[in-house]
């Protein structure tokens, strides 16, 4: 993020989205943009984007950009989804830029070459598949690629039980990979592999109870949910299919899926900082696996605005002899609440009870990232050190081959510092763990590292525990530190 003038805050840009101007530039019209009237808005002072097909005049949005205005010009005048997607897919840009909305992109002819219509056929016919689209053709050998690649589930029932297998053919299938949301008729469950996902969604034939069961085979990677029938009648039909039913497509393709969950408690972590606690619906089960983020959406002043975070325990564990039991009914926030946050403020003023959505759990880091660990090293600043926690715990727990895991935790004063009696008994508990605390603002009489992230700085703390130990180093915080620190 980039400091942004005076009168450029998030609050000020939907008050002009609201104030009637022609953002678009278009005075109310929409357009087909072909792409060489898009390439010919390339400046600051005329940028149009297009994202998702859908062309935007963000010429009026630059100076209100928290990323700032070079980030916006690395997709003037062309498509900027694959951009967009890298840094914040999870922004709805539809809300926040609707009042710049130009047009849609024209489509463009696809001329197929002679002697290759066989191999885009193909091509186009797998396409359509991973897009769920009725397709048929004759038997051939693209099927049983096809039956490898994607699930397949079955229903049965009994006079108060409806359950649902879904298999999966992952021999290394569990809880954490597992998503079902089951409400007001609508059952959703959704599969994680790796960067792909599949879902069953339907309107269920009749009504269920909220709570439900799931069981995982996980040595030959099958899932079963298994539902209470509110009336013992029998189903004729598991459900009417919803749009996404029985897709398998890519995480970044599938948008994201909330539900309400509910403030049940707020504690006060430091003068500025605090820790929420989110109760998951009944009928809602999901863990947040080690390294992942959920996002929170809020309707604000009529515009939709959607935030990351990372949960975290709601404690540091202080002993590891077996691993910890994850409280899966829920979601542990610890979030820093800006004096001049839009977001934050509304956080902040929500009361026991209220209701805030949240995504499923999203992210790339992998558990078998920090196996067969031997030092582990943590960067963090601020509340860079949420998503440290769970990565902290799970490696001192359940990693047997680690020797070190080493915290360097930067912050402007001594205030700042994030559960800092937990960290330094965790410290005198278990000799593996080692916490070196840095403050870039310290008073006279701190004794501790002063400085800000640095080769220097670093170069005494970073040490292998032995000659070519397997290591891993992560890094989290603001912008500008995560990157000096990767360099």
Known sequence: QVPLKPGRSLMDWIRLTKSGKDLAGLKGRLIEVTEDELAKHNKKEDCWICIRGLVYNVTPYMEYHPGGEDELMKAAGTDGTDLFDQVHRWVNYESMLKECLVGRMALKPIAVPKGESCNFMKEALLESCLLNVFWYVPKV?????????????????????????????????????????????????????????????????????????????????????????????????????????????????????????????????????????????????????????????????????VKPYTPLLPFLPLDFKEPSCHDSANIYLMIKIYSCGLFTQALDHLQIGDCISISSPEGNFKKSQVQALEDLSLLAAGTGFTPMVKLLNFALSEVSSLRTAKLIFFNKTEDDILWRNQLEQLALKDERFEVQFVLSEPTRDWVGKQGRISSSLLSGFLKRSRKDSKVLICICGPTPFTEQGVQ
Request: charged share 25%.
């Open 141 to 305: 050998c693209i099927f049983s690629f096809l039956y490898f690649l994607f699930y397949s589930y079955d229903w049965f029932q009994t006079d108060g039980m409806v359950t649902i297998v879904i298999y999966t053919k992952q021999k290394d299938m569990n809880a954490e990979l597992v998503i079902v949301d089951c409400q007001d008729k609508r059952l959703r469950g959704e599969i994680i592999v790796n960067d792909y996902s599949y879902v069953l969604e339907v309107d269920l034939d009749h009504a269920v109870e909220e709570d439900f069961f799931i069981n995982i085979a996980e040595k030959v990677g099958k899932v079963e949910i298994i539902l209470k029938k509110k009336d013992n009648v029998h189903w004729k039909m598991l459900g009417q299919p919803l749009e996404s039913h029985n897709t398998f497509i890519k995480r970044k393709n599938r948008g994201l899926f909330y539900r309400k969950c509910k403030l049940v408690s707020k504690t006060e972590v430091t003068h500025n900082t605090k820790l929420f606690c989110f109760m998951l619906p009944k009928s809602t089960r999901f863990q947040v696996p080690t390294g992942q983020h959920v996002y929170l959406k809020q309707i604000i002043a009529g515009t939709e605005v």
